[in-house]
């Protein structure tokens, strides 16, 4: 995209959002005692959210990529999926020191970013939410997680984990961009159609995924729920939110947490913002104009290293831990050992799919 269509767009955008900049929003149901925002968890969530970028696989299955260090050391990856019909890729694990089971949906690739982001701003309210009245969403969002190799192959990694760590395991979801969208539908799958309790969800520059009706429902069933956005983000602000049509704009679910860079004191500055969804003394309280804020939270990169055009990097030696379907899409499972006293008991078939 040239520069120049860019401007423009940026341009579009600040005029659409002179029309949302008031303060009215639909109050959404809350609880008596919301979760507790945790920064030290938040550190370590988006670092799991960094490493599902990373394109090879090997690196990433061993959980040895430059990306899988720090506050992650330790993490046991059970699947990964790489979706290579829609260009998704996630993994499921378990981080032992946080008794949790980590799901991890990767945003959309860099070199596509601009595309993306430009097309954030006519996306339509054009699905309704499976038997939830007045609940609509995007249908591009819903169908990346629902309707593809992806929730299938999650939910299956997330029934292994269980029958050898425990049905009390927690389970953690995160994503960033687009794959904060997906994190969304997944913590929520987990919660209506698993029966799942133990579920928190943490996004970072996760869009609007759906409206009001929606994202009340949302954080009634998916209260440990908190999006993480930084500073002038655009993608927050997308698609467009109308404060004088509250019923049929798109609307955010809370809890946000507004990462803001505060240049005199040389570091970000973390805000809890209200039980709305669109709390304007926010991210909303600003223009949301940055690409670079976008990929780059507490300082940890989240993108793509390189481009490639949706390809993987695979060793010969993980043939025998994967497994490809007729499209190429690819699913890589560890067996899972039984807690069982000493029995070491099968859970996969080496990825079938």
């Known amino acids: 995209m040239g520069q120049r269509r860019w401007v423009f767009l940026l341009a579009i955008f600040a005029f659409l959002l002179s029309f949302s900049s008031g303060t009215g929003v639909l109050k959404l149901k809350s609880d008596d005692s919301p979760p507790l925002y945790n920064h030290t968890l938040t550190m370590t969530l988006v670092e799991y959210a960094s490493a599902v970028y990373m394109s090879d696989l090997s690196e990433l299955f061993n959980w040895t990529c430059k990306r899988c260090n720090g506050f992650t050391k330790g993490f046991e990856v059970i699947e990964i999926i790489f979706d290579v019909e829609h260009c998704l890729q996630a993994y499921v ?34 699905l309704n939410y499976p038997d939830i009245s007045d609940a609509m969403v995007h249908h591009g969002f819903y169908s990346a997680y629902h309707n593809t190799t992806v929730r299938p192959a999650v939910l299956g990694a997330v029934q292994r984990a269980k029958k050898s760590y425990g049905p009390n395991i ?122 670079a804020d976008h990929l780059r939270y507490f300082g940890v990169e989240l993108h793509c290293e390189t481009w490639r055009q949706c390809s993987i990097v695979m060793s010969h030696e993980m043939d025998s831990f994967s497994k490809k379907d007729s499209k190429g899409n690819l699913i890589m499972s560890r067996t899972v050992p039984s807690t069982n006293g000493n029995k070491t008991e099968t859970l996969t078939k080496n990825g079938d799919l």
């Open 93 to 126: 694990g378990v981080a032992k020191d946080l008794n949790a089971i980590i799901i991890a949906f990767r945003g959309t690739q860099e070199h596509s970013i601009q595309n993306w982001v430009s097309d954030l701003f006519w996306k339509q309210l054009d």
């Open 170 to 291: 927690n389970i953690m979801v995160t994503g960033h961009s687009m794959g904060g969208a997906m994190a969304t539908f997944c913590g929520l799958d987990l919660v209506v159609n698993g029966g799942e309790e133990n579920v928190q969800v943490m996004t970072f520059g996760q869009p609007r995924v759906g409206n009001a009706a929606f994202a009340s429902y949302y954080s009634l069933l998916v209260p440990n729920t908190f999006r993480i956005t930084h500073d002038h983000d655009i993608v927050p602000h997308l698609p467009p939110y109308y404060n004088h049509f509250p019923q049929k704009t798109y609307h955010h679910f809370p809890t946000e947490v507004w990462l803001r860079d505060v240049s005199s004191l040389n570091h970000s500055v973390e805000k809890v913002c209200d039980n709305t969804g669109e709390d304007p003394t926010c991210s909303r309280s600003v223009k949301g104009n940055s690409i």
